[in-house]
């Protein structure tokens, strides 16, 4: 890659991050529209994250593809991202941690650990789930900016900017 459009790129990031940053709420939900029908969710940094799960979630259970320890396993993430937006990271996190148990974790459940991690004050667990999704999502660009922005806020608060500086080259 260029020099020139890694900086364009480092700026871009950096821009997002600043603006996305500053206009987030406390506990961000799953996104402005995702979860059931009726209930809102309040929109925050893991929008399209949440989005791809409803979506893996409905085709699972429309299609019957997964086993039923990978669809458990997929709804009790989703349960906890749920408690998450009402500020319950203990029972989040033990949601999460029976998904693990289920399925070993999937992305999805690796990121989820990271944000719970992140908002209970405790940013440096949550970079071992972090550093676990390295090649392992979809290839989206509006995930892949949600996982810088969660990296940052990770990284940064726990002291360990110099293994996060070293991601960007």
């Known amino acids: ?19 996305t940053v500053a206009s987030l709420p406390r506990f961000p939900g799953a996104g402005a529209t995702a979860g059931r029908p009726g209930q809102e969710v309040k929109s925050g940094q ?12 409905a085709e699972a259970t429309a299609g019957g593809q997964l086993g039923a320890e990978r669809l458990a396993s997929l709804r009790f993430v989703v349960r906890a991202r749920d408690l998450m937006t009402r500020e319950q990271n203990e029972e989040a996190l033990d949601l999460l941690e029976r998904s693990m148990g289920l399925d070993g974790g999937s992305w999805y459940t690796w990121l989820y650990m990271a944000e719970a991690w992140r908002r209970g004050g405790d940013p440096a667990r949550g970079r071992v789930y972090l550093e676990k999704l390295d090649g ?22 726990a002291g360990l900017t110099g293994e996060f500086s070293g991601r960007d080259g």
């Open 1 to 19: 890659m260029p020099v020139v459009a890694r900086l364009v790129l480092v700026c871009s990031l950096l821009f997002v991050s600043a603006c």
């Open 46 to 57: 893991l929008a399209r994250a949440g989005l791809l799960l409803d979506e893996a979630v």
């Open 136 to 157: 392992r999502v979809p290839d989206d660009e509006r995930l892949a900016l949600e996982i810088e922005l969660l990296r940052r806020q990770v990284y940064l608060p």
